[in-house]
């Protein structure tokens, strides 16, 4: 039997704009750019991807599941990410080296600190 992640959705008032703005953030590429179906990847043969697809309703309460980046420069990244319009955001996290953001839906993510090399 075998088993593969192909896709993580994610639900949004504008898929398209949310769409784009993850394509954005991540530097991916977009494979489906349709109001019923926007698809990301980070190259079109290469999964996982993210789908958007649409709700008529905004997110309420905090998510059950969210992405974690792990950049180079966790500061620099931080500073991009708001500047292409993440916030950031409170979720009762309190004193940790990571830092959590929201997308422009309220989706929260996280931004890591660099891996440390042994």
Known sequence: MS?????????????????NWWAG?????????????????????RLPGLIFEPVREPKAGKNRLHLDLRPDDQDAEVARLLALGARHADVGQGDVPWVVMADPEGNEFCVLAPRRTP
């Open 3 to 19: 088993l593969e992640w192909e896709q993580l959705v994610v639900e949004a008032v504008d898929p398209v704009a949310l769409g």
């Open 25 to 45: 953030a991540l530097g991916w590429v977009v494979l489906n750019d349709t109001h019923d179906e926007f698809e990301i990847r980070p190259a079109p043969d």
